[in-house]
């Protein structure tokens, strides 16, 4: 069965200062990852999206993340936040092959210090 | 292009009743998605269809269903009413499946009373 864990539930950072949000998967083949972001009260938009290709995926808005298999982690990154990147962001995996076929983790409240 | 519209946007509905939601893909979007949000479950999917046939299906009750036309637009029914069911509803829809990224729509807030 897969699963997704973000690992923390609330992230504060000054302005200017790198993010980073944690993410955990677990699945039995290849899944795709994805990171998403909602403000508030907006739908999710697409960050970015892992698909078995580059293991380094850049996003929109600066973000990136870093597949890393041997750790089946799927850490998101920028390195500057900024005021408007204040959201809450949401890691997902994907595995069609998987009777879950696509779970969403708990969601990370990004924070932003001026 | 268009984003993917909900419809309505507010509803508050008495228990016991059943609703309706609506949601138009962007064109040429053959997946769409359902998803349920709440503060204390988060985001559960309920639903994919393709081609207006039920492709997955989340760990829901029977009381919700859906179904797609071949517009590809999508209907999403909840019947009986309880007041857990109070949530925000995505609708989400993406080029083939759900393994592609999905584009969501602005969601439907029910409130249940």
């Known amino acids: 069965a897969q699963s997704v864990t973000q690992l923390d539930s609330h992230v504060s950072v000054s302005e200017g200062t790198p993010v980073l949000l944690r993410c955990n998967y677990s699945s039995s083949y290849s899944p795709s990852l994805f990171w998403y972001v909602q403000h508030p009260n907006k739908g999710l938009q697409l960050l970015l999206k892992?698909?078995?290709?580059?293991?380094l995926v850049k996003g929109i808005n600066g973000f990136e993340a870093e597949f890393k298999k041997s750790e089946t982690s799927f850490h998101l990154t920028k390195p500057s936040a900024h005021m408007s990147d204040a959201a809450e962001y949401f890691c997902v995996v994907s595995d069609l092959s998987s009777a879950s076929k696509i779970i969403f983790g708990s969601g990370t409240r990004l924070s932003i210090r001026p | 292009k268009a984003g993917v519209t909900q419809t309505p946007r507010y509803l508050i509905k008495t228990r016991g009743q059943q609703v309706t939601l609506s949601c138009s893909p962007i064109s040429g979007h053959r997946s769409v998605s359902w998803y349920q949000q709440t503060p204390g479950q988060g985001l559960q999917f309920l639903f994919e269809?393709?081609?207006?046939?039920?492709?997955n299906k989340g760990n829901f009750p029977g009381r919700f269903s859906g179904r797609q036309f071949s517009n590809s637009r999508s209907e999403m029914n909840v019947s009986t009413l309880e007041l857990g069911d109070s949530a925000l509803y995505l609708c989400a829809s993406s080029l083939r499946d759900s393994s592609y990224e999905q584009y969501f729509g602005p969601g439907t807030r029910l409130t249940v009373t």
């Open positions: 269809y393709f081609s207006e046939t039920q492709r």
């Open positions: 892992y698909t078995s290709a580059a293991t």
